[in-house]
């Protein structure tokens, strides 16, 4: 525990070994930096390091075209099974864990999946042998989500289980399950494993997305518009938008939230709020039990509209409210102040006269914020910075670029050399399932 160079310096001082065995990783920056200065000291002390691949993640790669076929033959290559426990040369001394309070932390207070390898299994085979049914219907309320969607996330993150467990037990279920129906779900599951890895191949094929647009066109479009008032309401769950606010509170306990959910809290903070993802997506990351760096910041650019090839998303709260939360059950379980509130007014508090805000025991402005933003106001303003930004030449000429490099493409090769016209591409991804990529 410590320093990585430096502890890995101390055992092989203890031990005198002579291989690093490791996974890869496509982290961020941090672990990034991490990794090359562990290699150079394996250089300088002769210590040969061994990545072993744990995703479909190609590192090296030149361009798109071919990927889902390696990604397939990775996915089927078998397992390895060990046989027995392993012994070490020599005990180690293990240091206690650290604690929040030793790290300068406060308490998370978050309700945590269990963790482990052995909870990993079992929540795998509850998907595949009874809860996946109704996956692809579960999907988009956080209600149904919440048991419906595999909850393997956190898991494959950590790496407690494996990608191609996940991918050979799922297939394995599909083809010896006499149900038809579980069949038919765990098919739309088993797609959504290739676009995990899809989308953590973007940031180790062009790392800077962590920190820069997608499209250079878009810099300056919300940098300097920052509004930090409208940022910690976000964050608290206090914008006055009750699906927003309830989404946000309830990541922020539990740790998870589903994908639709998710893509509705980056879509209001950056078009309702005009909020830059970068500083969005940092608050999310650390909220998070399955904080994913690849397919973190490329979704937080997709859904912010700044990657110049996807459709954007422009959620609106108060449909999604109704749409996801029709009887309000997920609204009142996590916005107490609106537990009384007449259902009709649920999704739009605001609209309550004194009389019904009385009856609630919820005034409007003191019990529970008033819309921080006038909805149709705020998605005017956005409709028009993003569409008349994409119009201009030099979007449509770097969205071909974006499109070559990042593109989703099954087969075919690569453009011949030849520069796109100066049309935007449709891209693959604007028709990306609105699944579960954080499984």
Known sequence: MGNAVAVLAQLQREVGFTHLLSHEETGAAWSYARDRQVAAWCNSARIQWQQFTQTGVIRGLRNRSGWARRWQARMD???????????????????????LASLGLSPHGKTLQAAGER???RTLRSFVQMRGYGYRKALSSPLSAEEGCSRLSPHLAFGTLSLRTVHQVTEVAIRDTPERDLAYAL??????????????????DEPGIEFCNFARVC???????FNNDYFEAWCAGRTG???????MRSLRVTGWLNFRMRAMLV????????LHWRQTGLFLARQFLDYEPGIHWSQMQMQSGTTGINTLRMYSPTKQALDQDPQGLFIRRWVPELAKVPLPYLAEPWKMDPSVQHMAGCRMGVDYPLPIVDDKAAMAFAKGRMYELRKTPQARMEAADVQEKHGSRK????PSGRRRKAKAPRAPEAASPQGDLFA
């Open 77 to 99: 290559e078998p397992l390895h099974l060990l046989d027995g426990s392993f012994t070490a040369a020599l005990p180690l001394d293990q240091p206690a864990l650290p604690t």
């Open 119 to 121: 909870a990993a299994r």
């Open 187 to 204: 098919r739309g599951f088993a797609g959504r494993l290739r676009w995990h890895c899809h989308f953590m191949q973007k940031l180790e």
């Open 219 to 225: 810099d300056g479009l919300r940098e300097d518009a």
């Open 241 to 247: 938008y009750p699906m927003v606010d309830a989404c």
């Open 267 to 274: 879509s209001f903070a950056s078009y309702h709020l005009w």
């Open 411 to 414: 087969s075919g090769l690569p």
